[in-house]
């Protein structure tokens, strides 16, 4: 079995050299985005504590990917990119679908009424891209 610590070390390490992630925001709202995604990333990893490697990067693949892409397609919503009612549908049901790829279909997350709802804020001038992306990651702590 490997070491949990150099699991989670080795996923964040290749986190935060992935700067595409989060070039689209403004330093603190990126800042927040990779706290956000280096939690969701050692959590998910923490699960396969008891896991050899091989078994444990099979498990890891599609959630890690998940983390990956709900960090890139939440800081593109926190950056305006999902102007069209219509995207942000879209934007929401593959979030949903990335959320129970990371915790699994028994986690008991946000309704998509509640997830859409926390997207349109975007609609709102007054929410900066630190404070949209705080208020959906508030939303999934409270769900999970």
Do not use: C
Not at 132 to 137: E, Q, S, W
């Amino acid at each position: 079995m490997a070491n949990i610590a150099e699991r989670i070390q080795r996923v964040i390490e290749e986190m935060t050299g992935n700067e595409a992630l989060l070039e689209m925001l403004e330093t603190d709202a990126a800042t927040e985005m990779l706290e956000w995604g280096k939690s969701l990333a050692t959590s998910v990893v923490t699960r396969t504590a008891d896991m050899d490697d091989i078994v444990a990067d099979l498990d890891l693949l599609p959630r890690l990917k998940a983390v990956r892409q709900t960090i890139r397609s939440v800081g593109n919503w926190a950056a305006g990119k999902y102007v069209d009612p219509a995207d942000r549908l879209q934007l929401r049901d593959k979030l949903m679908k990335h959320f129970e790829t990371i915790w699994g279909t028994d986690a008991k997350l946000p309704s998509a009424g509640q997830l859409e709802s926390v997207l349109n804020e975007v609609d709102d001038k007054n929410n900066s891209p630190l404070t949209l992306i705080v208020k959906l990651k508030s939303l999934l702590q409270e769900a999970i």
